[in-house]
């Protein structure tokens, strides 16, 4: 549970950094992209479950 608590906080400053500086965002700017996102994590918190 830390994990995914610290990770979430990650994620948010990673992406307050990029508004803050005007950096583009480091994400695919597709939907597809972003769905392959979303199943490299559900895949890894799912194998993490697993093991």
Do not use: N, Q
């Not at 995914?4 to 948010?12: F, Q």
């Not at 508004?19 to 769905?35: M, N, Q, T």
């Not at 996102?37 to 559900?42: N, S």
């Amino acid at each position: 549970m830390t994990e995914a608590i610290v990770g979430i906080l990650l994620g948010m400053g990673i992406g307050a950094a990029c508004r803050w500086f005007d950096i583009p965002l480091p994400a695919p700017p597709k939907l597809v992209g972003a769905l392959l996102v979303v199943a490299m994590t559900l895949g890894f918190v799912g194998t993490d479950l697993f093991m």
